[in-house]
């Protein structure tokens, strides 16, 4: 895991991880000869990646999960199915050793045809984005607030990136909690299908980093230390 937050910085950080760790493209896998779309060294941790590389140089601390959560599972013998409640595990362990996290985004990559996960906005093709939000947890609505409020921001600035939201109550055929549990500002977000490129995704993320980016400051304005080389002033 990666982590490089700003000096001095008292704005909260951002942590990024991937419970399906190896969702990939199959641009990526039938080069290798495989249709699975799955991949362990080009898959949406690059995305993410591009997507705290971007916060990063907007002024936001990040901490991006690289973790293999899918080999983690191989290791313990757990089925696919356990993915979330793994990666749960990881991201709390991150949480209680950095504090300071107080944004949480588990990026994925949707199966969806290319029809529906993309969009061509001003002649640049981009992943379309979509946030999943699970009612199976007590503060859901601050969840979906949250995402609704980055979906106008997105919209206003790409329009058509942004997907209709999908919330999926706890059942028998839905997870219906993705990990939102852990904090009031953790979010699902699904960042174009398999029939994107990863170019288009990584575009994507980076506009998503910039509305967030937007977001945070706007929420949590920081001053700068005061200088204390002669002559006063203020530095960062």
């Known amino acids: 895991m990666s982590a490089r937050p700003l000096l001095f910085s008292a704005r909260p950080s951002v942590y990024i991880y991937h419970t399906h760790n190896r969702e990939s493209w199959l641009s990526v896998t039938e080069a290798k000869g495989r249709k699975d779309a799955m991949d362990a060294e080009m898959n949406i941790t690059a995305v993410g990646r591009a997507f705290a590389e971007a916060l990063e140089a907007a002024g936001i601390p990040v901490y991006h999960e690289t973790t293999d959560i899918y080999a983690l599972l191989q290791k313990d013998g757990l089925p ?19 504090p300071d996290i107080r944004y949480l985004f588990d990026l994925h990559r949707d199966a969806m045809p290319r029809k529906a996960t993309t969009a061509t906005i001003d002649g640049t093709t981009f992943a379309r984005i979509l946030f999943v939000i699970g009612k199976g947890n007590p503060h859901w609505e601050k969840n979906k607030a949250l995402a609704e ?7 206003a600035k790409k329009p058509g990136l942004v997907r209709p939201m999908i919330v999926h109550e706890k059942n028998r055929w839905y997870n219906g909690e993705y990990n939102q549990s852990l904090a009031e500002n953790a979010l699902t977000v699904e960042i174009g299908g398999q029939e994107n490129t990863p170019e288009e995704a990584i575009r ?3 506009v998503l980093a ?3 980016a937007e977001y945070i400051l706007e929420a949590q304005p920081v ?8 002559g006063g002033g203020e530095t960062r």
């Open 223 to 230: 001053s700068a230390p005061p200088d204390t080389r002669a």
């Open 80 to 98: 696919y199915s356990a993915s979330y409640e793994k990666s749960k595990t990881v991201a709390l362990a991150a949480m209680a050793r950095h």
């Open 204 to 206: 994507s993320a980076r």
């Open 210 to 212: 910039e509305v967030v």
């Open 149 to 155: 409020a980055l979906a106008r921001r997105l919209e």
